[in-house]
């Protein structure tokens, strides 16, 4: 008798465990939940992205085409196409405790067909194990005697097999003279991660400098600056801009 309430006593005590195990594992999802929901809330990218690629019609009434630099910018948008992730961005798969670092502009075409342009001139670096990307150290215009680099991403083949990267600039390049428009590359789907390809598209940041005058590591937001004063463009999401995005009416630039 004694042996049966000892074991239903441990048996009442793994119940209460296994309670309290998956009552904090709901609590988990239903974080996990809210914060997704939360995030898409504070961004209005995703249903732009999902037009852009659900109905092909969509894209000339997204696409942002502008060859010249804004109205009293000095930075060209490097490639056209639909400004989608904006900076700051909380949309798919971002969220507010790890936001998009740079602007995704997706063009319309195929991978490998969709020029990208240096935004200013500068000294192009492409490390020598990188597929599909590119990085331009620059004097910031904004703030003369500043170091500041603009990084472009994605440019190769899904599978990464494929660069689409210019030929001017192979892995192993080191500060090569670019002037503002120079063609880097086309927009790809390379991840970084052959299995994970992205949508085509050219991510573009703005990096500020180590004390050693090297570039910061981007993928961290702070390192990487708001872009919307160097395109002379509403790019920070929290003026969710409609899209498509154009140039900031003339004086009313945030800088
Ligand atoms: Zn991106």
């Given at each position: 008798?004694?042996?049966a ?6 048996l009442?005590?793994?119940q209460?465990?296994?309670l309290?195990?998956?009552?904090l ?8 939940v809210a914060l ?9 990218s ?32 490097p490639s ?10 909380t949309a ?9 670092t740079?602007?995704?502009?997706f063009?319309d ?5 969709v ?8 000294w ?7 597929k599909?990307?590119v990085?331009?150290r ?14 472009y ?11 689409y990267?210019?030929d ?10 670019v002037?503002?428009?120079t ?6 789907e ?5 299995l994970a ?11 500020l ?5 090297s570039?910061k ?12 004063p160097?395109?002379g ?15 900031q ?7």
């Amino acid at each position: 008798m004694r042996a049966a309430l000892r074991c239903y006593r441990r048996l009442a005590r793994w119940q209460q465990v296994l309670l309290a195990v998956l009552s904090l594992a709901g609590a988990a999802a239903g974080g996990f939940v809210a914060l997704t929901l939360y995030s898409q809330l504070q961004s209005n990218s995703a249903r732009a992205i999902q037009r852009w690629f659900s109905d092909s019609s969509s894209r000339p009434t997204l696409t942002t085409m502008q060859r010249t630099p804004c109205p009293g910018a000095p930075f060209l948008l490097p490639s056209s196409g639909l400004i989608g992730l904006l900076w700051r961005d909380t949309a798919f798969p971002y969220n507010v405790l790890r936001r998009h670092t740079g602007i995704d502009i997706f063009g319309d075409g195929e991978p490998g067909t969709v020029p990208v342009y240096a935004a200013y001139d500068g000294w192009l670096t492409r490390l020598p194990t990188w597929k599909a990307s590119v990085i331009i150290r620059h004097d910031d215009p904004l703030q003369p005697g500043r170091t500041i680099w603009t990084y472009y991403t994605h440019m190769a083949s899904r599978d990464g097999n494929t660069s689409y990267v210019a030929d001017a600039f192979p892995p192993g390049t080191r500060e090569v003279w670019v002037a503002q428009g120079t063609l880097l590359g086309y927009q790809g789907e390379y991840s970084g991660k052959a299995l994970a390809p992205v949508g085509m598209h050219v991510h573009v940041s703005i990096v500020l400098s180590e004390p050693d005058g090297s570039f910061k590591n981007e993928a961290r937001l702070s390192n990487t600056l708001d872009p919307s004063p160097y395109f002379g463009m509403p790019l920070n999401i929290a003026d969710r801009p409609a899209r498509p995005i154009r140039c900031q009416a003339t004086g009313a630039a945030v800088y």
